[in-house]
């Protein structure tokens, strides 16, 4: 018998005197404050032609590395490997995405493409701090759910792979196994306390004071899977609509409030009573949008009372949740969902972008990554996090897509702990200080500083990022009966919880007992 523990919140609001705040926290952030301090300097020094200032050409990646270094942490090992080769598995993806041109490393040409030239530098200056020489092992788009490329090394004891960034739908895959893995604690080199690494996936992956994975900079499409709510500027502005940002910054930004602007802008923009594409919508979803909603709106899918786990996502809130959401996602005059469009390859590149970027929507939830392909859109956009509960929610918080969240794990074929460690410092250091910053401008930057809070939201999405070790393993299939609640149009949270219960804890209880006992 589960029993449905009473709400309690504590009051909180984000106001907009607080915002900067958030800029002085971290490296990264006076790395956007740099990016955008020059920006402004540009722009005073062009606007008086009488001025006597001699023009000057100052890179942006020079000055943001340099503000950044000067607070960093980091400090070069001064190790010679004399050019010892460490293999890195990590995504190549051919896919039709905008971020998958990109890849962990890269040793091509700088080519202007500001996250591609980042990458690049990254590279080099790892290679050069270290002498080493950095290998990718392509993994492929098919591999993203599978862990076979790696562990047939792993099982035949061969030391082939040093590091290894398995998507969140893979993960579950190392950690079933955990004599796969190295416990990353054992590596002596390595320092998972530094800014470079999110602590809240340091937290959330230690089980029984092993930690086998963890989150940060290194992580590159990390940088892409947050969910976050697009909205379109111009369609706020043509209907009149109260401006989200405040709502974010004042603290009211709430699941009522997102249903209240998406169903105020939605409209039969031909008037023939039928719901066609020349309509315009309040919201583009997926199916599984409900479960990312319920992570932001408070709920935690589990809960750690020392080395044990308790299933706490199905509660009187949850069920709250699903009453408010799936008839709002399940209107076909008021969102689009893939459900009910048939007859595309890839609805979302067929369909859903484009008419997003056509004004025929007012939001559209899903990966921080499609702000790549909205770089061509005519209209400004802007970034929201996922909605609060209700205004007495304590803090904004944020999931991401299990097929796009990178872990880093290390086989336990590894022999070279010292060599592992300076490099994984090196990486998260370098990228922190180069990737990630290139990634917020050009998805950010380069469309949304128009707003002025863009870079502010950016942070807080990754700053209040959720991880959660049953969202990891699924145990049971949990996240997809809330899931089948939007693809089955039901509310009935109890009912479909309660028929998977004794499979979900039972999945539960083998994991642990498989982790604890390593």
Same mark, same amino acid.
């Given at each position: 018998?589960?029993?449905?523990?009473?709400?309690?919140?504590? #009051?909180?609001?984000?106001?907009?005197?607080?915002?900067?705040?958030?800029?002085?926290?971290?490296?990264?952030?006076?790395?956007?404050? &740099?990016?955008?301090?020059?920006?402004?300097?540009?722009?005073?020094?062009?606007?008086?032609?009488?001025?006597?200032?001699?023009?000057?050409?100052?890179?942006?990646?020079?000055?943001?590395?340099?503000?950044?270094?000067?607070?960093?942490?980091?400090?070069?090992?001064?190790? +010679?490997?004399?050019?010892?080769?460490?293999?890195?598995?990590?995504?190549?993806?051919?896919?039709?995405?905008?971020?998958?041109?990109?890849?962990?490393?890269?040793?091509?040409?700088?080519?202007?493409?500001?996250?591609?030239?980042?990458?690049?530098?990254?590279?080099?200056?790892?290679?050069?701090?270290?002498?080493?020489?950095?290998?990718? /092992?392509?993994?492929?788009?098919?591999?993203?759910?599978?862990?076979?490329?790696?562990?047939?090394?792993?099982?035949?004891?061969?030391?082939?792979?040093?590091?290894?960034?398995?998507?969140?739908?893979?993960?579950?895959? /190392?950690?079933?196994?955990?004599?796969?893995? *190295?416990?990353?604690?054992?590596?002596?080199?390595?320092?998972?306390?530094?800014? %470079? %690494?999110?602590?809240? &996936?340091?937290?959330? /992956?230690?089980?029984?004071?092993?930690?086998?994975?963890?989150?940060?900079?290194?992580?590159?499409?990390? #940088?892409?899977? $947050?969910?976050?709510?697009?909205?379109? #500027?111009?369609?706020?502005?043509?209907?009149?609509?109260?401006?989200?940002?405040?709502?974010?910054?004042?603290?009211? %930004?709430?699941?009522?409030?997102?249903?209240?602007?998406?169903?105020?802008?939605?409209? +039969?923009?031909?008037?023939?009573?039928?719901?066609?594409?020349?309509?315009?919508?309040?919201?583009?979803?997926? &199916?599984?949008?409900?479960?990312?909603?319920?992570?932001?709106?408070?709920?935690? %899918?589990?809960? !750690?009372?020392?080395?044990?786990?308790?299933?706490?996502?199905?509660?009187?809130?949850? =069920?709250?949740?699903?009453?408010?959401?799936?008839?709002?996602?399940?209107?076909?005059?008021?969102?689009?969902?893939?459900?009910?469009?048939?007859?595309?390859?890839?609805?979302?590149?067929?369909?859903?972008?484009?008419?997003?970027?056509?004004?025929?929507?007012?939001?559209?939830?899903?990966?921080?990554? *499609?702000?790549?392909?909205?770089?061509?859109?005519?209209?400004?956009? @802007?970034?929201?996090?996922?909605?609060?509960?209700?205004?007495?929610?304590?803090?904004?918080?944020?999931?991401?897509?299990?097929?796009?969240?990178?872990? =880093?794990?290390?086989?336990?074929?590894?022999?070279?702990?010292?060599?592992?460690?300076?490099?994984? +410092?090196?990486? @998260?250091?370098? &990228?922190?200080?180069?990737?990630? $910053?290139?990634?917020?401008?050009?998805?950010?930057?380069?469309?949304?500083? !128009?707003?002025?809070?863009?870079?502010?939201?950016?942070?807080?999405?990754?700053?209040?990022?959720?991880?959660?070790?049953?969202?990891?393993?699924?145990?049971?299939?949990?996240?997809?009966?809330?899931?089948?609640?939007?693809?089955?149009?039901?509310?009935?949270?109890?009912?479909?919880?309660?028929?998977?219960?004794?499979?979900?804890?039972?999945?539960?209880? #083998?994991?642990?007992?498989?982790?604890?006992?390593?």
């Amino acid at each position: 018998m589960i029993n449905i523990p009473a709400n309690s919140h504590t #009051k909180f609001a984000i106001s907009e005197r607080m915002v900067p705040l958030m800029y002085k926290r971290t490296p990264f952030s006076l790395a956007i404050l &740099s990016l955008i301090l020059l920006s402004q300097l540009a722009a005073c020094a062009s606007s008086d032609p009488d001025s006597n200032t001699v023009e000057t050409t100052t890179n942006a990646s020079d000055e943001t590395t340099t503000v950044a270094e000067e607070t960093s942490e980091y400090v070069s090992p001064g190790v +010679d490997y004399e050019g010892e080769t460490f293999t890195i598995a990590a995504m190549d993806l051919d896919m039709v995405y905008a971020v998958t041109n990109y890849t962990m490393i890269s040793h091509d040409e700088e080519t202007g493409d500001v996250i591609n030239d980042a990458i690049v530098q990254m590279t080099r200056k790892v290679e050069e701090d270290l002498n080493v020489n950095l290998e990718l /092992y392509p993994l492929t788009n098919d591999d993203r759910a599978t862990i076979d490329k790696v562990t047939r090394f792993i099982y035949a004891g061969e030391d082939e792979i040093q590091v290894t960034f398995p998507f969140t739908v893979a993960l579950k895959n /190392y950690l079933g196994t955990p004599s796969l893995l *190295l416990d990353l604690n054992s590596i002596p080199t390595l320092d998972l306390s530094h800014s %470079w %690494w999110d602590q809240n &996936s340091i937290e959330a /992956y230690n089980i029984g004071g092993k930690q086998y994975t963890a989150v940060g900079d290194i992580c590159f499409f990390a #940088k892409c899977a $947050p969910i976050v709510n697009f909205f379109n #500027k111009q369609l706020l502005e043509e209907y009149s609509l109260d401006d989200p940002y405040e709502m974010v910054f004042d603290g009211t %930004w709430t699941i009522d409030k997102m249903i209240e602007l998406g169903r105020a802008a939605a409209n +039969d923009v031909n008037g023939n009573s039928t719901v066609d594409l020349e309509d315009t919508f309040g919201c583009i979803a997926e &199916s599984t949008s409900l479960g990312y909603f319920f992570t932001g709106a408070g709920i935690d %899918w589990s809960k !750690r009372d020392g080395d044990e786990i308790n299933i706490t996502v199905y509660n009187e809130k949850s =069920m709250n949740i699903a009453d408010m959401l799936v008839p709002f996602f399940r209107d076909p005059t008021v969102t689009m969902i893939p459900n009910d469009y048939t007859g595309y390859t890839d609805v979302f590149q067929e369909l859903f972008l484009p008419h997003f970027m056509a004004n025929r929507s007012l939001f559209f939830s899903n990966q921080l990554l *499609l702000a790549l392909d909205f770089r061509e859109m005519e209209a400004d956009f @802007g970034v929201l996090p996922l909605p609060k509960y209700d205004e007495n929610q304590e803090n904004y918080r944020s999931t991401t897509n299990d097929h796009w969240l990178d872990h =880093m794990v290390v086989p336990a074929t590894n022999a070279r702990l010292e060599l592992t460690g300076h490099v994984l +410092d090196a990486m @998260g250091y370098y &990228s922190q200080q180069l990737v990630t $910053p290139a990634f917020i401008e050009t998805t950010v930057l380069d469309k949304t500083l !128009r707003d002025e809070n863009s870079e502010a939201i950016i942070e807080m999405i990754y700053d209040t990022q959720v991880y959660d070790i049953a969202l990891a393993f699924n145990w049971g299939g949990l996240t997809g009966i809330v899931g089948n609640m939007i693809n089955n149009n039901t509310t009935n949270f109890s009912s479909l919880y309660a028929s998977s219960e004794s499979a979900i804890l039972a999945a539960m209880d #083998k994991t642990m007992e498989e982790l604890l006992d390593t």
